[in-house]
Structure formats: structure tokens, C-alpha cells
């Protein structure tokens, strides 16, 4: 397998999140990723554009980057943003997490759950401010099978 990597410059519109899956899962068909990996990292995408969109303030655009190589996938989505406040962020399973996104999905009406997904589709996610402007959200998804779960 050929490793990949791409980055891309959006506008924040709901329109643009689109786009970025569409250049996921193109990526991912010429490589050949597994398709249901490929519909997890798709979501998992589509989740960490529609916080950027949400949440990331004034700013006007955002990045996705990606990188596929023959044992995993990753992608970082950075906003242009404030960022998060540092005492808004808590460590949570080795990763920092917004302080709102550690709170189980029942306790939350509409916010932090998408972070719960991610991290439920995803092998390993950071969530912290980017050194040189706004938040991050980087996940990434190991490509070798998955042991069964037993019954």
C-alpha cells in the first residue's frame, strides 16, 4: 500500500463538510481501505467538521488533513479559532477532552456527543489547541482487523 496524505483549506459552511468526506473516501477507495473503516472515519469526519462549523467562532475557514499508510489512518481537523480555554480541557483516558465532552450522552442535550462518537468509531482521539492557531480534533484508525468482541 501506498501511503497518502492531503490537506485541505474549507470555508466554515455546512457544505464544505461534505467535500471533505468525499476526499476521505476517494483517498481511502484507491488505496484500498475497507469500506466500513472507511464509513467510520467518514462519520467520525463528518462529527469533527460539524464542532469546527458549530463552535470555532469568527473564524472563516478550517483544515482537514489526512494521511492513510498500510497500518492506519489519521486525520486532524484545525479551526481558526480562540481554541478552548486550557481549564475547559481534562485529561480523560490518556487524551485532553473539552470539560463538556466528559460528561456521559444522557447528561447532554445536544453538545459532546459527536466527541463521544468520534472516540467510539476511532482507535485513538486528541482533542487540544493547535500551537499556532485555533482547536484540534486528531483521530486515527488502526487498518489491521479488529479482534471479535466475544458474545
Not at 477507495?29 to 472515519?41: S, Y
Not at 499508510?69 to 490518556?94: H, K, M, Q, T, Y
Amino acid at each position: 500500500m501506498v501511503d497518502v496524505n492531503w490537506t485541505l483549506l474549507l470555508p466554515r459552511e455546512a457544505q464544505s463538510v461534505g467535500k471533505a468526506r468525499r476526499m476521505l473516501r476517494d483517498t481511502a477507495d484507491l488505496v484500498g481501505m475497507d469500506p466500513d473503516i472507511t464509513f467510520d472515519l467518514g462519520v467520525a469526519l463528518t462529527e469533527a467538521c460539524a464542532n469546527v462549523i458549530e463552535h470555532s467562532g469568527p473564524a472563516e475557514g478550517y483544515w482537514v488533513a489526512a494521511g492513510i499508510s498500510s497500518d492506519r489512518c489519521w486525520v486532524d481537523v484545525i479551526d481558526n479559532g480562540v481554541g478552548f480555554a486550557p481549564r475547559r480541557l481534562v485529561e480523560v483516558r490518556g487524551s485532553r477532552r473539552p470539560a463538556a465532552a466528559v460528561a456521559t450522552a444522557p447528561d447532554m442535550a445536544e453538545s459532546g456527543r459527536g466527541l463521544m462518537l468520534i472516540e467510539a468509531l476511532c482507535d485513538r482521539v486528541d482533542i487540544r489547541n493547535h500551537p499556532a492557531r485555533g482547536a484540534m480534533i486528531h483521530f486515527e484508525r488502526d487498518l489491521k482487523p479488529r479482534e471479535p468482541v466475544a458474545a
